[in-house]
């Protein structure tokens, strides 16, 4: 690990700061450059099946630039323009959107993927083949039209199709540019992917080092730990090429270990006005949880996969951010036309503005028209937070 001398001291303060205006929280969003921008910016919107007020990726552009519609969110991924894809999907931080030009630097994901000594599933005899011939004479396809996904209802049971397709994604020879319905789109990457880049064949170290210095200018400033998980690199990886990166060492009142910052994110105090929002919990700015209670002091934890009788504070809790703080939680549902607030959680009586906005702006974007509390963690709060929701839906 680098030795070099932290060129800032940093308080908790500034961090948090660098680290909101980094993800896009703080300032005046980029509207101009629109969803894309924010791809760009983050550097990887991870996807998920969860679906409540909408899907991860489509709230991820939504709490940093507002009501964006939920169709321009899906264009503005996988439209192709100009004969090319914006983006692609592959495994980063987990199954994530990338930018279309950070396509070279996953090779050394790819590399690996095809050394790798086992699998889950079994591959059958022929059946990787038979996919790329399928896929080279027919065009883009799903796993269904290639010739089913699944060989029972069970998710997990993929059929010797799916297993080939999606082993050809993780070796890169397939790509997926686009999702229709929420399935995936395979085609050949020799015809998706533009030239300039399927070419651009960077070694190993090429490849970490500007993932690393990627994952940097996201996070503003980060520590080994906080850098490694962004596009889930191995430490030793980070290690071996963080001295290099252009990210440069500081040291951040109360971390106890040491971070990088990106230098850009030093030359200005970070200022401007606060989002208040909803957050997804598969946000970039919440995913790692010893990040997100070192920067903000707040436990986060998605329960959609704990049983239901041990869930604390819901099945899709979502954080709010307001004030650059995190702020409470809503477990959010839809009623016909209602959004339901089917558990919140407030921190203290000076959240409860910042809750019921958050709450109006939601169910505004996914087209409800009234919004219902239905349990508040603290009973004295529910008054106020359904007076507040009643003065600004009036």
Not at 38 to 49: E, F, M, S
Not at 377 to 387: F, H, K
Request: glycine share 8%.
């Amino acid at each position: 690990m680098t030795t070099a001398h932290p060129t800032a001291e940093l308080s908790a303060d500034e961090a948090r700061r660098i680290a909101l205006r980094a993800q896009g929280f703080l300032g005046a969003p980029d509207r101009r450059s629109g969803v894309r921008g924010v791809l760009r910016h983050l550097g990887a919107i991870q996807l998920d099946t969860i679906s409540v007020l909408a899907r991860s990726h489509e709230l991820v552009p939504y709490a940093r630039l507002g009501a964006v519609g939920r169709k321009t969110v899906e264009s503005a991924y996988w439209k192709v323009s100009a004969g090319a894809p914006h983006a692609f999907e592959y495994w980063s931080h987990a199954a994530c959107i990338l930018p279309i030009e950070e396509w070279p630097h996953f090779a050394f994901r790819r590399r690996a993927y095809r050394s790798r000594p086992h699998w889950n599933h079994d591959l059958p005899d022929g059946t990787y083949d038979q996919v790329i011939k399928q896929l080279r004479s027919e065009g883009p396809l799903t796993a269904t039209e290639l010739g089913g996904a699944k060989k029972t209802n069970d998710w997990w049971d993929w059929s010797g199709t799916k297993v080939a397709v999606e082993r050809a994604l993780m070796y890169g020879e397939v790509v997926c540019v686009e999702r229709r319905g929420w399935k995936r789109i395979y085609d050949l990457a020799e015809r998706a992917i533009p030239d300039a880049l399927l070419h651009d064949e960077l070694d190993d170290t090429e490849c970490l080092r500007r993932l690393v210095r990627l994952a940097g200018q996201s996070l503003g400033v980060g520590t080994r730990a906080d850098i490694a998980d962004y596009h889930r690199l191995k430490g030793e990886q980070v290690d071996a090429v963080i001295a290099d990166s252009g990210l440069v060492p500081v040291t951040v009142e109360g971390w106890g270990k040491p971070a990088w910052a990106d230098p850009a994110a030093l030359e200005t105090p970070p200022r401007g006005r606060h989002r208040t929002t909803l957050l997804s919990p598969f946000d970039s700015l919440i995913w790692e949880r010893a990040r997100t209670e070192r920067i903000f002091g707040f436990t986060h934890r998605l329960e959609a996969y704990v049983p239901k009788p041990k869930r604390v504070y819901g099945y899709f809790a979502m954080p709010v951010l307001a004030g650059g703080r995190l702020v409470g939680r809503v477990d959010p549902a839809r009623a016909g036309s209602t959004l339901v607030a089917k558990q919140v959680t407030l921190d203290g009586v000076k959240a409860v503005p910042a809750v019921a906005q958050a709450l109006v702006e939601a169910a505004s974007w996914v087209d409800c028209t009234d919004v219902r509390v239905e349990r508040v963690d603290a009973p004295d709060l529910r008054e106020p937070l359904v007076r507040e929701l009643a003065r600004l839906t009036a």
